[in-house]
């Protein structure tokens, strides 16, 4: 179940959700450090992530699931969230450079529309950044925080359902090792915990990033399989026809 958008803001305005927002922001930037005359969608709720881009990106849209709820954002100019069911995109075929999925995936009772309807829009060289939390870590067991809502994931798990609907698997991370503690003391250690942690606990970060990409030929559904039937030749030599002569007396 979806999470309000107000708990979600709540969140993210809070010191948890600061030291969250720049942690994920600095991957995200990473892999993607500019969107310039880029298409930029995000999905679920992105607007903590999307705010960086707003000024260089050709076009920026947040997309609340229906469950979750909206509010105007941004602030201080016209509006670009929209209000939606994850399997019914109001987007075109074809036409969104990246797509940013958080808080989403976790959460989704359509799995595999929701990943159909993200393959659909995106463009054929499309790429997409998926981030849920680590069924290992420790954020997934914060029922305070969004992390610890819903279904959270293994990386082999993400790269089966991305491979499954179509998309190509690009590179991954596991990132948030600071500990789900609403300590200030331990958040300003958040820097130096980032840069030990993974080599002492690795794999156990508190959220998966993985980037995926839209590939028109990365493989076929089972149903579209080809099958190649052979059938067993017939014999084109004639029956012999019965002698239907009368015999003749004698």
């Given at each position: 179940?979806?999470?309000?958008?107000?708990?979600?803001?709540?969140?993210?305005?809070?010191?948890?959700?600061?030291?969250?927002?720049?942690?994920?922001?600095?991957?995200?930037?990473?892999?993607w450090?500019?969107?310039k005359?880029?298409?930029?969608?995000?999905?679920?709720?992105?607007?903590?992530?999307?705010?960086?881009?707003?000024?260089?990106?050709?076009?920026?849209?947040?997309?609340?699931?229906?469950?979750?709820?909206?509010?105007?954002?941004?602030?201080?100019?016209?509006?670009?969230?929209a209000?939606?069911?994850?399997?019914?995109?109001?987007?075109?075929?074809?036409?969104?450079?990246?797509?940013?999925?958080?808080?989403?995936?976790?959460?989704?009772?359509?799995?595999?529309?929701?990943?159909?309807?993200?393959?659909?829009?995106?463009?054929?060289?499309?790429?997409?950044?998926?981030?849920?939390?680590?069924?290992?870590?420790?954020?997934?067991?914060?029922?305070?925080?969004?992390?610890?809502?819903?279904?959270?994931?293994?990386?082999?798990?993400?790269?089966?359902?991305?491979?499954?609907?179509?998309?190509?698997?690009?590179?991954?991370?596991?990132?948030?090792?600071?500990?789900?503690?609403?300590?200030?003391?331990?958040?300003?250690?958040?820097?130096?915990?980032?840069?030990i942690?993974?080599?002492?606990?690795?794999g156990?970060?508190?959220?998966?990033?993985?980037?995926?990409?839209?590939?028109?030929?990365?493989?076929?559904?089972?149903?579209?399989?080809?099958?190649?039937?052979?059938?067993?030749?017939?014999?084109?030599?004639?029956?012999?026809?019965?002698?239907?002569?009368?015999?003749?007396?004698?």
């Amino acid at each position: 179940m979806y999470r309000t958008i107000y708990d979600l803001k709540d969140f993210y305005n809070s010191p948890s959700g600061e030291l969250v927002k720049k942690v994920l922001q600095s991957q995200i930037k990473q892999w993607w450090p500019s969107a310039k005359n880029l298409r930029l969608v995000g999905i679920g709720f992105t607007q903590p992530y999307l705010s960086s881009y707003l000024n260089e990106a050709e076009r920026v849209i947040s997309i609340s699931p229906a469950g979750q709820g909206i509010y105007p954002w941004p602030t201080a100019d016209h509006n670009l969230n929209a209000l939606a069911e994850e399997s019914e995109l109001p987007l075109e075929t074809n036409s969104v450079d990246r797509v940013l999925l958080i808080h989403s995936l976790e959460n989704a009772e359509l799995l595999k529309s929701n990943l159909q309807e993200i393959w659909r829009v995106l463009k054929s060289n499309g790429r997409l950044i998926v981030i849920t939390p680590n069924r290992r870590g420790l954020w997934a067991r914060a029922e305070w925080s969004p992390f610890g809502q819903g279904t959270p994931y293994s990386r082999d798990q993400l790269r089966y359902y991305l491979r499954e609907n179509l998309f190509v698997y690009e590179r991954s991370t596991c990132t948030l090792y600071t500990p789900p503690f609403r300590w200030s003391v331990l958040q300003k250690f958040c820097d130096s915990m980032e840069k030990i942690l993974p080599w002492i606990l690795p794999g156990m970060g508190g959220v998966h990033i993985v980037e995926a990409s839209k590939q028109i030929y990365s493989g076929l559904p089972s149903s579209a399989e080809s099958r190649v039937i052979v059938r067993g030749r017939q014999s084109m030599l004639p029956e012999p026809v019965p002698d239907m002569r009368i015999p003749h007396k004698k």
